[in-house]
């Protein structure tokens, strides 16, 4: 496949509830071409490079690049498009290198030796390789952002504000960066606000109210232009206020000399002579589903490493539960067969509760969600990356507890059959916590909404574990293994609905 | 209200009030537990029904997931409410059956545990809906919940009959020899149970029309709010 493919809006219509944020847009960019898109603030510039990225669902309309069109092929389209989000998507406790690392990984590109280092240059950070990103200002990491991007071998480049926070330096380093890009053969839409910024593309489109209004080039749209643009889409806006809402093909709009009509314009401007990158870069390269599992695992446990920011607490968690609930019951042998596996199995599921969704959380509040759902293909591999590695932190939880049990209670549980049940009700946690935590994550109750979420269907796993556990300690071993085989049934149907359920609720 | 709305509501009203009839008239009074077994067709009505609400509410989710047709998530989210009602009574019949027949209110017989349990996760949908403002997002992990949600009602259902229970089976073979409160069916207690069955179905069906209509004509003024607002 050669790296010269056309980006095509077609008619992309947004609504969110009853509010319409795009209303048919088309847009066609041409490989080799950079488009400025520029709009008033809240004009859907970012809702539409989101949809183009597949993001956003859009409500009708498709994107199109090559033979596919999204939706419905999300995964395909995906693996064609490169990103730059509002937010830089970098990981604090990461170097820079490691950050680049991680995403080339992710996302499946070519790891030429070499290619990381000559994007840090390329962006004036090669002495900075080795720093964690935390020590880095606003500008730099939008510096680094940038190298991401242009590390990146997708024949389509969408840049949300790209020149957020650089200086007069780093913003021509970027400049010149992108028309070089645009040079190999690349399709490159930048939402800018900026006009005085937008004399590197090829074309200015301009977006009010979610219409595409005007195009021509960038010496068209002089400052005093833009503004008498935005005003007369601001008017129009506030002047329908008695109407009802417009449908996406309802009106005109603005009647400038370059007003647009519906249809898909190609470039007004010729690009660049495409010259350059001809190589060809596979939809889903070979293996890049365990690929980017392998990133997701490494990257997860390598920031746990450093920051410890879920296991220290939730160890700290289960020593004072466990010297607490010792404490206060003074349990006897006997009874500590009967009492002690409620501990374990409520240990678990406040663990899972509280440190999935601590991760999950610090993903979000990161900006970083976004990045990870940028990944090629399908996204059920984001899922099995963090239900692996949260399965691993609540194991390591579990294991260190039991040691101490065996202390405090006198009490041995290194028994195989509870250390089954133990691992397979880690798992199933993990799995259904992972998809619970997406959702709650991502709404305004957040931490308080999981465990709501959480406990009534996790239930039954817990309760099949208590049983089980305290039917293996009070020598039942047929009561054991019905118990186990419930915990099982039910482990694996909750992790079979949640990995389908998975790729809904991984948007943003 | 058009015609075939009123023939659904009438016949609706008229075979809930045969069913009423029957359970307190028709059907035999049961010779151990007496008057209060009648609960029973109650009990077994709005169980049944609620728990069709929720298999509504898993169809309509993934429904609303295949089309992003917003009508699908509305008929879901009506199913879940009425299914929360529906099943609030049959947990209340079957605690008011109890006490008389085991002597306690409530027990943690399996049964009874599973059941509550699926009523919480419902309400768990309903306040995961409250939490979610985008109405686009509230839809899709709201379906999302309901499908993992539904996974707690086979589990229900199969509590009493795999596990020891104190919970009877009317309804198939018992297997557990604990089980409290047992008792055969007589042909009239049958055909109570089955017009109680109908007619509560019917009623739900109402209810869930009823309900989507009015989820329908919110939407309705949502968008007209919005427009004035714009």
């Known amino acids: 496949m050669s790296l010269e493919l056309a980006l095509q809006l077609e008619r992309i219509s947004k609504a969110f509830g009853p509010r ?31 949809v183009a ?32 989000g509002h937010q830089p998507w970098l990981y604090p406790d990461l170097n820079a290198a490691e950050n680049l690392r991680f995403y080339q990984r992710l996302y499946g590109w070519p790891e030429e030796p070499g290619a990381v280092d000559a994007a840090l240059r390329r962006m004036g950070l090669a002495d900075r390789a080795r720093d964690p990103v935390r020590r880095f200002s606003r500008g730099m990491l939008q510096r680094l952002a940038l190298a991401r991007a242009f590390l990146s071998p997708a024949p389509v480049l969408l840049l949300d504000e790209p020149f ?15 028309r070089e890009l645009a040079a ?20 200015v489109v301009v977006l009010v109210s979610g219409r595409l209004v005007a195009e021509g080039s960038p010496t068209d749209f002089p400052e005093k232009t833009l503004q008498e643009l935005y005003q007369a889409g601001m008017d129009r806006r ?14 005109n709009f603005l ?38 599992f392998q990133a997701l695992l490494w990257k997860d446990l390598r920031i746990e490493g450093r920051a410890r920011e879920t296991l220290t607490p939730l160890l700290t968690l289960a020593g004072l539960s466990l010297f607490l609930f010792g404490a206060a019951f003074e349990l006897r042998p006997d009874l500590a067969r009967s009492f002690v596996p409620v501990f374990f199995w409520m240990l678990l599921l406040f663990a899972s509760s509280l440190g999935v969704g601590r991760m999950m959380a610090s993903e979000i509040d990161r900006g970083t969600w976004e990045g990870l759902l940028m990944v090629p293909g399908d996204r059920s591999v984001l899922f099995a990356g963090k239900a692996m590695v949260h399965s691993l932190l609540l194991g390591l939880v579990i294991l260190l507890s039991l040691a101490a049990a065996g202390v405090f209670f006198n009490l041995s549980l290194w028994d195989p059959a509870i250390l089954l049940l133990l691992a397979l009700g880690a798992v199933g946690l993990s799995g259904v916590t992972t998809l619970l935590a997406a959702i709650a994550m991502a709404t305004r109750a957040r931490e308080l909404l999981l465990p709501i979420l959480l406990f009534p269907v996790a239930a039954p796993l817990v309760i099949a574990g208590i049983q089980g556990t305290r039917a293996i300690l009070e020598a039942d071993p047929a009561g054991g293994s019905i118990w186990l085989q419930i915990l099982l049934a039910y482990d694996l149907l909750l992790f079979a609905v949640a990995w389908m359920v998975f790729e809904e609720v991984a948007s943003s | 209200m058009r015609s075939w709305e009123r023939i659904w509501i009438g016949t609706t009203i008229a075979l809930m009030a045969l069913a009423a009839l029957a359970v307190f008239v028709y059907a035999p009074r049961e010779a151990r537990m007496g008057d209060v077994q009648r609960i029973f067709y109650f009990h077994i009505s709005t169980a049944w029904t609620g728990f069709l609400a929720f ?3 898993l169809i309509g989710s993934i429904a609303y ?42 027990t943690w017989d399996p049964r009874l545990t599973t059941t509550t349990i699926t009523w919480v996760v419902y309400l768990a949908y309903l306040l995961l809906r409250n939490a979610v403002e985008n109405p686009e997002t509230r839809a899709r992990f709201a379906a999302v919940y309901a499908i993992v949600a539904f996974v707690t009602v086979p589990i229900t259902y199969l509590s009493a009959r795999l596990l020891r229970t104190i919970h009877p089976i009317v309804l198939g073979p018992s297997v557990s020899a604990e089980a409290q409160g047992q008792f055969g069916l007589t042909p009239r207690m049958v055909h109570t149970m089955v017009l109680s069955l109908i007619a509560w179905t019917l009623l739900f069906s109402v209810l869930l029309w009823m309900r989507y209509r009015v989820q329908r004509a919110q939407e309705a003024l949502e968008e007209i709010e919005e427009a004035m607002e714009a």
């Open chain 1, 20 to 50: 319409w944020v795009l209303r048919e847009v088309s847009l066609t960019v041409q490989p080799g071409e950079i488009v400025a898109l520029m709009g008033p603030n809240g004009a859907g510039k970012s809702t539409l490079l989101r």
């Open chain 1, 238 to 251: 506030t002047g329908s206020a008695a109407e009802r809402p417009l449908r996406p093909s309802e009106g």
């Open chain 1, 255 to 292: 009647s400038t000399r370059r007003m647009l009509s519906d249809g898909i314009r190609g470039a007004s401007t010729a690009p660049a002579k495409v010259e350059g990158i001809r190589s060809a870069f596979p939809i889903r390269p070979q293996g890049h589903g365990l690929r980017a």
């Open chain 1, 164 to 178: 957020t926070g650089l200086d007069v330096l780093g913003l021509e380093e970027a400049r010149e960066a992108i």
């Open chain 2, 65 to 106: 997931l295949r089309t992003r047709a917003v009508r699908w998530d509305q008929l879901s989210h009506a199913a879940v409410e009425i299914g929360l009602v529906l099943l609030t009574m049959a947990i209340i019949t079957g605690s008011l059956w109890a006490r008389p027949v085991w002597n306690t209110w409530w």
């Open chain 1, 53 to 84: 990225a597949t993001l956003l669902r859009p409500t009708s309309g498709r994107v199109r690049i090559g033979d596919f069109s999204w939706p419905p092929d999300g995964a395909r389209i995906r693996a064609q498009v490169t990103l730059l």
């Open chain 2, 55 to 57: 298999a509504v509410a």
């Open chain 1, 184 to 203: 190999q053969g690349r399709a490159v839409v930048a939402a800018l606000h900026d006009p005085a910024t937008a004399d590197f593309a090829h074309r």
